[in-house]
């Protein structure tokens, strides 16, 4: 399965965005899917996870209640909701598909080229 991520971009602080995850091929919806994020100088980490059908969901602690990920079967693609950013959501995003729901990068199989988010004024 191929990913690539959009819908970045610069957002002011206290802004919303919503990033999207489309996916090709048909077995997309038998993979749960993760966003992890890579801030300047410092490692990738877990932002969201959910699974095959959508009916589970994990969330980071720092995005807890502002981050909210869903995905649509049909059309091959998963979504994260973000709002009430902070500067330090600021960082490249990226898509990964996966067996499990898991916050552990090495356990998702494959990868979105990332997309940025900028929160500044």
């Known amino acids: 399965v191929q990913l690539q991520a959009s819908g970045g971009g610069l957002v002011q602080p206290g802004g919303s965005l919503r990033l999207s995850c489309a996916a090709s091929?048909?077995?997309?919806?038998?993979?749960?899917v993760g966003w992890f994020r890579q801030a300047p100088g410092k490692e990738r980490e877990f932002v969201a996870a959910?699974?095959?059908?959508?009916?589970?969901?994990d969330y980071a602690d720092s995005v807890k209640g502002r981050f909210t990920i869903s995905r649509d079967n049909a059309k091959n693609t998963v979504y994260v909701q973000m709002s009430s950013l902070k500067p330090e959501d600021t960082a490249v995003y990226y898509c990964?598909?996966?067996?499990?729901?898991?916050?552990?990068?090495?356990?998702?199989?494959?990868w979105g080229q990332g997309t940025l988010v900028t929160v500044s004024s």
């Open positions: 091929g048909r077995t997309f919806s038998s993979y749960a």
């Open positions: 959910i699974n095959w059908s959508g009916g589970s969901t």
């Open positions: 990964a598909a996966g067996s499990a729901p898991t916050a552990v990068a090495g356990f998702y199989d494959h």
